[in-house]
C-alpha cells in the first residue's frame, strides 16, 4: 500500500480547497490501464511511472495535487504489542497527473439529469505518479550542479 497528501481539489473544477490536508491510498499495478480482456490489449506502465488503483473509492488525487509525495508505509505496534499502525516509510514518488471521469451532474429540483444539465468531471480515474527511486540518479545530478 501507498498514500499521498494534498490540499487539491476534491473534483475537478471545483474552485474550492479543502481545510485539512486530504490523504489517500493506493495500490500499486503493473498495468497503466485496467485490462480488459477481448476489449483491449493491456497497457504496461512505464519504468519511470508508478501506476495504481484506488483502495479508497471517493479518495484520489485532482487539480492542484500535483507534486504531492507519495510514500510507501510500514508496520508499527503500540508499546504493548496489542496494535499494529502504518506510518510513512519514505518518500516514493510524486504525483504526476491524474484523470478524470465525466458525469451528468445531478438537478437536485428534479432529482433528474438531462441533456441541460452541466456535465461534471470528477477525479475518479487513475492516478500516476513519477517515481523517485527511478529518478534518483538525475535527482543527484541536479544537486551536484549546484
Known amino acids: ?14 474552485t474550492s480547497y479543502p481545510d485539512t490536508l486530504q490523504e489517500a491510498h493506493f495500490s500499486e499495478t503493473k498495468l497503466e490501464t485496467p485490462f480488459i480482456p477481448y476489449v483491449h490489449e493491456p497497457v504496461f ?3 519511470d ?3 495504481t488503483e484506488r483502495i479508497t473509492r471517493d479518495a ?14 510500514e508496520c508499527r505496534h503500540n508499546h504493548n504489542g496489542s496494535s499494529t499502525f502504518r506510518v510513512p516509510k519514505c518518500l516514493y514518488g510524486v504525483v504526476s497527473f491524474h484523470e ?10 428534479t ?25 534518483l540518479p538525475w535527482i543527484r545530478q541536479v544537486i551536484r550542479s549546484y
Do not use: H, W
Open 45 to 47: 506502465c512505464r519504468e
Open 60 to 73: 484520489n488525487t485532482c487539480t492542484m495535487d500535483d507534486g504531492s509525495p507519495v510514500y510507501q508505509f
Open 111 to 135: 432529482n433528474s439529469t438531462s441533456n441541460r444539465d452541466r456535465e461534471v468531471e470528477e477525479c475518479s480515474a487513475r492516478s500516476i505518479f513519477a517515481s523517485v527511486p527511478n529518478l
Open 100 to 109: 478524470g471521469t465525466r458525469r451528468n451532474k445531478l438537478n437536485t429540483a
Open 1 to 14: 500500500m501507498i498514500g499521498t497528501c494534498g490540499m487539491g481539489s476534491l473534483s475537478r473544477g471545483q
Open 49 to 51: 511511472n508508478i501506476c
